[in-house]
């Protein structure tokens, strides 16, 4: 149980344009959800928390215009990095925090690998 | 905020050698502790958590920690690695309803 999924798991696109990455949680109902990012050989780093129905809360320094989340329904959030530049290549990776569950644990997807020419 | 640092960010050994990761963590607050493992082109798994109780989890695969309050350091623990155990090891802890990574350790098991 607790698996979420990430779509697309890699993507390329060119500078300007715009990806829309899906983070989904298929056996359980995820209250909050958590978007990351990793640059190579580093930690991850928190860029926002997504409450399914309410705006998301950006973590200092991460551009709430430039990566749009939307949290729509208790299975489905959406990152989406408009007008993406090459500094913008990074894995993003997703979590999703049970409904529901009383103590803190994560459930992470597999990672999206965006590259952007 | 809380910080998480981990050491030795490159550790290579021989299988059946013993391995100890360290990591320290700042924070004032009742935080939870966790450990996840990331395999070449795979994604994050717990390997164990820490919320409360006794101070030594054990984990999947062989693994354990020990949560020592005084130290503020939650170190992982193997005593003896395969092959397989070939990842990069994150230490993270939440506090303020967010998780906090450390910057992994890249642990890589010569057969």
């Known amino acids: 149980g607790a698996v979420v999924s990430q779509h697309p798991s890699r993507v390329i696109c060119k500078s300007g344009t715009s990806v829309k990455i899906e983070c989904r949680s298929l056996?359980?109902?995820?209250?909050?959800m958590f978007w990351y990012r990793q640059f190579p050989k580093q930690s991850l780093m928190l860029m926002a928390t997504?409450?399914?129905?309410?705006?998301?809360?950006?973590e200092q320094g991460v551009e709430k215009d430039k990566f749009l989340i939307n949290h729509a329904s208790l299975t489905l959030s959406t990152l989406t990095v408009t007008s993406a530049h090459p500094e913008d290549s990074s894995f993003y990776i997703c979590?999703?925090?049970?409904?529901?569950?009383?103590?803190?644990?994560?459930?992470f997807g597999p990672g999206t690998r965006l590259t952007v020419t | 905020a809380q910080s998480v640092s981990q050491h030795n960010h490159h550790v290579i050994l021989s299988e059946a050698a013993s391995l100890e990761l360290g990591c320290n963590y700042s924070?004032?607050?009742?935080?939870?502790l966790f450990w996840y493992v990331q395999y070449p082109g795979q994604h994050l798994q717990l390997l164990l958590k820490?919320?409360?109780?006794?101070?030594l989890v054990k984990g999947i695969k062989g693994f354990e920690a020990e949560f020592i309050k005084s130290k503020f350091s939650f170190n992982l623990r193997k005593p003896s690695v395969q092959w397989s155990d070939t990842a990069e090891y994150f230490c993270?802890?939440?506090?303020?309803?967010?998780?906090?990574f450390g910057k992994g350790n890249q642990v890589v098991v010569i057969p």
């Open positions: 997504s409450n399914e129905g309410s705006k998301a809360t950006y």
């Open positions: 056996d359980f109902q995820a209250t909050t």
């Open positions: 924070y004032g607050g009742t935080v939870n």
């Open positions: 820490y919320f409360s109780g006794d101070p």
């Open positions: 993270a802890v939440n506090g303020d309803n967010r998780l906090a």
């Open positions: 979590s999703a925090r049970l409904k529901g569950l009383v103590r803190y644990e994560q459930y």
